[in-house]
């Protein structure tokens, strides 16, 4: 069949075959190269940080979609996990809060962890189910209120030690890299708890599910002020590299400048950014190492297995539901790392930020357009629709300045059109997604079948 005579989806859907990984993220690197040549190199700087940490984000998330087929809409909850280890590891301990409700804190999450203990203990050894749940009932209400009248006036305590500045325990004051290992753990701890509950549930509930559970991690995190500040934020969470300011105040770095003939204060941004950049590569690159080798492995097979057909898995002595929680935490501390590594580059943990259902819609449009069940195309995609959901508003300005040029400067159109800049975002994201859709829908770099 000549080429004039095939369709056109499927000549752009053979197009989209024939380029290997190398070209498209050559592709992606040239657009960020654009903006630096275009716009700035700090800001091209600041969009391959975040495009390395949506690359990040979007590993784990394919590690249970792509691997399991499991939908997680509670990426986020996880994430704003991530940023509180930050917090805890990172900045320095209030010893003031501490002396005024630290111990009641502590005791009454040790209270909490002997009344659940307590609470098994007695289902597990009592035999008479009537009598079971009554003691059970009895033993954890007695456990409540016991650790709420050591818990409330801690809290109240902490919260009151100069509110405007503290008001809450603070961390350990440790490096801060440190925190996107503990950020991984905590989102483990959590999914697994998440995945004790929810994983029994098929994929629309589980959905709802993980939707709902993030909703909780996120609320806790705005209203337990003695442990985050809640909306009042968190700021100065120490940096992994220099500050703009030190080099800029030593001898070398000044020479440096000048000898390139650049100005100190845009080059300490740029090195700034470049240290960055280095760092979350790294992440990125030891993530992806053991992604794909769990991929290529006999693990990675048996999922794949249960991904496509649970039946014959479980007829075959697969345990689904194990493996599920097994990818299910694996993924989701993967997550929790991105939000270790986000709340680094921010330097501020700010609780309101994490829309469970904005934004976790996002790293899915990611995931999809990238390529799901492969991880080559989960980190091209975090590249790419970062790359777009950040540059489509100054590119639509520039687009409806352009096409409303010939108007007056107080024409109402053109003053419209300008203001309704900002959301050429949304609707270049959905075009995007519905090209990709349409002429690929396995993605970019869709999934190897081997």
């Known amino acids: 069949m000549s080429d004039a005579r095939v369709p056109f989806s499927v000549r752009v859907a053979q197009a989209l075959r024939t380029p290997r990984k190398p070209v498209l993220f050559a592709a992606m690197a040239a657009l960020i190269c654009l903006v630096g040549a275009g716009q700035s190199w700090s800001l091209a700087l600041t969009i391959l940080n975040l495009c390395l940490i949506s690359a990040v984000m979007t590993l784990g998330v394919n590690i249970q979609w792509g691997y399991a087929g499991l939908f997680n809409a509670g990426v986020m909850g996880f994430v704003a996990l991530g940023g509180l280890a930050g917090v805890l590891v990172s900045m320095p301990p209030v010893r003031a809060a501490w002396h005024a409700g630290g111990a009641g804190v502590v005791l009454a999450l040790a209270m909490a962890l002997v009344t659940i203990a307590a609470a098994v203990l007695v289902y597990r050894r009592m035999r008479q189910p009537a009598y079971r749940k009554l003691a059970v009932a009895l033993v954890v209400a007695a456990g409540y209120f016991a650790a709420r009248g050591l818990f409330e006036p801690a809290v109240r305590a902490i919260e009151a030690v100069d509110p405007s500045r503290t008001g809450y325990l603070g961390g350990f004051g440790l490096p801060v890299v440190l925190s996107w290992f503990v950020g991984g753990a905590l989102a483990a701890g959590a999914a697994w708890a998440a995945g004790k509950i929810s994983l029994g549930l098929r994929a629309d509930y589980l959905a709802i599910a993980t939707l709902g559970i993030s909703e909780i ?120 790392i991105a939000g270790a590594m986000l709340a680094t580059l921010d330097g501020q943990f700010t609780p309101t930020t994490y829309h469970p259902l904005r934004f976790t819609f996002l790293v899915w449009v990611m995931v999809i357009v990238g390529g799901s069940g492969n991880n080559w195309g989960a980190v091209l995609g975090g590249f790419l629709v970062w790359y777009v959901w950040v540059e489509a508003e100054p590119m639509g300005l520039w687009l409806m300045d352009f096409l409303t040029s010939p108007l007056a400067a107080d024409n109402p159109l053109r003053i419209h059109l300008i203001d309704s800049a900002a959301h050429m975002r949304l609707v270049v994201m959905g075009l995007v997604l519905l090209l990709v859709l349409r002429f690929a829908p396995r993605g970019l770099i869709p999934e190897e079948r081997r």
């Open 217 to 336: 991690i996120v609320a806790f995190l705005k209203y337990e002020e003695w442990l985050s500040r809640g909306v009042k934020n968190v700021t100065g969470l120490p940096r992994p590299v220099p500050y703009e300011v030190d080099l800029q105040a030593t001898v070398w770095f000044r020479e440096w400048a000048a000898s390139l003939g650049a100005s100190p204060v845009d080059l300490s941004s740029i090195v700034v950014k470049l240290c960055y950049a280095g760092l979350f590569a790294l992440v990125l690159v030891v993530l992806m190492w053991l992604a794909e080798a769990a991929l290529r492995s006999p693990w990675g097979r048996m999922m794949r297995a249960i991904r496509d057909n649970e039946t014959a898995a479980e007829a075959m002595g697969k345990d689904v539901t194990a493996r599920h929680l097994q990818v299910f935490v694996m993924g989701s501390a993967v997550v929790g």
